[in-house]
């Protein structure tokens, strides 16, 4: 749509101030203004993403005809197009992949029960604005990550129908997120650390089905993997993040994971990065124990010392605070549903005996005590 404003140069409107006088030319400039007013305020004149002229899908008039809608559309649309301008040909093409993914997953998750998009349904509006805001805030993980190296969402969504055999359930949907490095963006002497990169972020494939015996068409999943930050600069962290909800089932399930790569060595963490020796599995388990069983009371389920032992001893259980290493758990680990993913924090400074000299030092010194 052409801007109203540029058929209005100063000259004319000179003129027109001058002749504003006249009775009849008052009238004619209040009707102008009225004209200009629609045109700048209408939803044709807010949706940047597409022409709301030309707008014939059901889910292009939802948009149209929502002001709030059609303006974050075009804020997701400029986001996009700034991504997308910054990847080379192959990520350029995956995340591409992913959009129209989108495009096609959020029409088909907000129809109503006959299958369509309902472009006077504030139901049909709400589900949209949430889905905008989801698609908006995983764009934005896009940035310069470790030694600059360009960090992109790779995405997936699907909507199927639903076979639980529920009334009140219709479809079953599924998200996935990864981020990904662009390996081709990447300067010939950081390609060998982008490669790495990306074959340890996509080295273990997400699964978004047959989550305890659940099919993908009896529940709806949400998986995450994304970077998290680390106390250590030698250590590159993420983050698996994943929702499962069963068709009928009482309650959602939620888990989380960590991975974490070696900047040092360019290779994944191994637990010999950050403790040396044995002991530290039997000081550490120690120290997890004791700090649930204060933290969970009665809510601490773990029968067996050698079944704790088994979790906090892998690394896809810890993450690196500037405090401690904090030991994460999904629900039904050490305790019942009711209390949540419980974490504990075991201070750096218990575990000074056991940790890698190396490690030890890249932690953050704390700084020193005011006289």
Same mark, same amino acid.
């Given at each position: ?51 709301? *002229?030309?707008? =014939?899908?059901? &889910? !292009?008039? +939802?948009?149209?005809?929502?002001? $709030?809608?059609?303006?974050?559309? %075009? ?112 300067? *010939?002497?950081? =390609?060998?650390? &982008? !490669?790495? +990169?990306?074959?340890?972020?996509? $080295?273990?494939?997400?699964?978004? %089905? ?162």
């Amino acid at each position: 749509m052409a801007d109203p404003m540029t058929q209005w140069s100063p000259g004319l409107i000179l003129k027109l101030f001058l002749l504003s006088s006249l009775p009849s030319m008052r009238i004619a400039l209040s009707l102008v203004a009225f004209v200009l007013s629609f045109l700048l305020e209408s939803p044709l004149s807010l949706a940047a993403s597409f022409d709301c *002229a030309k707008a =014939k899908k059901p &889910a !292009e008039l +939802l948009i149209c005809g929502a002001p $709030a809608l059609s303006k974050v559309d %075009s804020q997701m649309g400029e986001i996009y197009r700034k991504n997308l301008a910054e990847l080379s040909p192959n990520a350029a093409q995956q995340f591409k992949d992913g959009q129209r993914d989108w495009l096609i997953y959020w029409p088909g998750l907000c129809a109503n029960d006959a299958g369509k998009i309902d472009p006077k349904s504030d139901e049909t509006l709400q589900c949209a604005k949430t889905e905008y805001a989801a698609r908006i805030a995983t764009l934005k993980l896009q940035k310069r990550s470790v030694e600059n190296l360009l960090a992109f969402p790779v995405s997936h969504y699907r909507v199927l129908k639903s076979t639980a055999g529920l009334d009140f359930i219709k479809n079953a949907h599924h998200t996935e997120t990864r981020m990904a490095i662009d390996v081709d963006a990447a300067p *010939a002497e950081q =390609k060998a650390l &982008a !490669e790495a +990169l990306n074959h340890w972020l996509g $080295a273990a494939p997400i699964e978004t %089905s047959n989550i305890n015996g659940e099919d993908e068409t009896t529940s709806d999943t949400e998986i995450q993997l994304t970077f998290r930050d680390a106390a250590s600069p030698l250590i590159l962290s993420a983050q698996q993040s994943g929702f499962l909800m069963g068709h009928g089932a009482a309650h959602p399930l939620s888990t989380a994971s960590q991975r974490h790569f070696n900047l040092l060595s360019k290779r994944p963490l191994r637990t010999d990065d950050i403790f040396q020796g044995k002991e530290w599995e039997e000081v550490l388990t120690r120290l997890a124990e004791k700090a649930l069983k204060k933290q969970l009371a009665d809510n601490y389920s773990v029968d067996k010392v050698e079944t704790l032992k088994a979790l906090v001893v892998q690394p896809e259980h810890w993450v690196f605070d500037k405090k401690g290493l904090t030991l994460t758990f999904n629900p039904y680990e050490v305790a019942p549903y009711v209390a949540g993913a419980p974490e504990v924090t075991i201070p750096w400074s218990s575990l000074t005996s056991g940790l890698n000299p190396v490690f030890v030092a890249s932690l953050p010194k704390a700084p020193a005590p005011r006289r």
